[in-house]
C-alpha cells in the first residue's frame, strides 16, 4: 500500500497569514493526490483533485502543488474559517485509498 | 442538493454485529460508487470498503475483509455497511462517501461505532 505522510501535525497561524502543509507519498503517485478539510463535528469537504485543481466554490486563497513524491497545500490570507483539519490522500493505486494522518491547522 | 446520512451507530461488545446504514438524496444514487471511510483521533481517516453503482463489484480494506460487507439497495438509495466479530480496533466514526473520477466529492457527519465490554 501506498503510505502518505504529512507534514507537520499541527500549526499555528494567524488570520492574515500564509502557511504551507506538505504531503510526501511512499512511492511516485504521479497527481493522483487530493486534498479534504476539515472541521469539528462536520464531515471532510473535497478541497483540491489531481494535486492543484480547486473543486467548485473553493476559494481562490487555497492552491495545491506537486507531483511525484512531494505535494503542497497552501492557504493564503488566513480566513478565520480556514481553521481546520487537512488531509491529503492518494488515488494513484486504489484500492486501497490512503489518507495523511492530518495537518490540525490552530489559530 | 447531496446528502449523506448515517445512522446504526452504537456500543457492541467485541465479538457482535452492527449493520450501519446511509441515506442519499439529491444524485443518481444508482449510478454513484459509494464508499465506507471510518476516522479515530489517533489514525485519522482510513478507507473501509467500496462498491459500484449496481453492486456487482465490492473492495475492502484488509483489516476487515472477511469481517465486513458493503451493499445497496438502490431503491431505497442505501447504502450498508454490515459488520461482524467487531473488536475495540473497530472503534471509529464510519462515515459513508460519494465518489467522482477524482476523489470523495461528498461525505455524511458519520456514526460512531464503539466496541467495548
Known amino acids: 500500500d501506498i503510505q502518505m505522510t504529512q507534514s507537520p501535525s499541527s500549526l499555528s497561524a494567524s488570520v492574515g497569514d500564509s502557511v504551507t502543509i506538505t504531503c510526501r507519498a511512499s512511492?511516485?503517485?504521479?497527481?493522483?493526490l487530493n486534498w479534504y478539510q476539515q472541521k469539528p463535528g462536520k464531515a471532510p469537504k473535497f478541497l483540491i483533485s489531481s494535486a492543484s485543481t480547486l473543486q467548485s466554490g473553493v476559494p481562490s486563497r487555497f492552491s495545491g502543488s506537486g507531483s511525484g513524491t512531494n505535494f503542497t497545500l497552501t492557504i493564503n490570507n488566513l480566513q478565520p474559517e480556514d481553521f481546520a483539519t487537512y488531509y491529503c490522500?492518494?488515488?494513484?493505486?486504489?484500492?486501497?485509498?490512503?489518507f495523511g494522518q492530518g495537518t490540525k491547522l490552530e489559530i | 442538493e447531496v446528502q449523506l446520512v448515517e445512522s446504526g451507530g452504537g456500543l457492541i461488545q467485541p465479538g457482535g454485529s452492527l449493520r450501519l446504514s446511509c441515506a442519499a438524496s439529491?444524485?443518481?444514487?444508482?449510478?454513484?460508487?459509494m464508499h465506507w471511510v471510518r476516522q479515530t483521533p489517533g489514525k485519522g481517516l482510513i478507507w473501509v470498503s467500496r462498491?459500484?453503482?449496481?453492486?456487482?463489484?465490492?473492495d475492502y480494506a484488509d483489516s476487515v475483509k472477511g469481517r465486513f460487507t458493503i451493499s445497496r439497495d438502490n431503491a431505497k438509495n442505501t447504502l450498508y455497511l454490515q459488520m461482524n466479530s467487531l473488536r475495540a480496533d473497530d472503534t471509529s466514526v464510519f462515515h459513508c462517501a460519494r465518489a467522482n473520477s477524482y476523489g470523495f466529492d461528498s461525505w455524511g457527519q458519520g456514526t460512531l461505532v464503539t466496541v467495548s465490554s
Open positions: 490522500q492518494q488515488r494513484y493505486i486504489t484500492p486501497p485509498y490512503t
Open positions: 512511492q511516485a503517485i504521479s497527481n493522483y
Open positions: 462498491i459500484n453503482g449496481d453492486g456487482t463489484s465490492t
Open positions: 439529491g444524485f443518481s444514487f444508482s449510478t454513484s460508487w
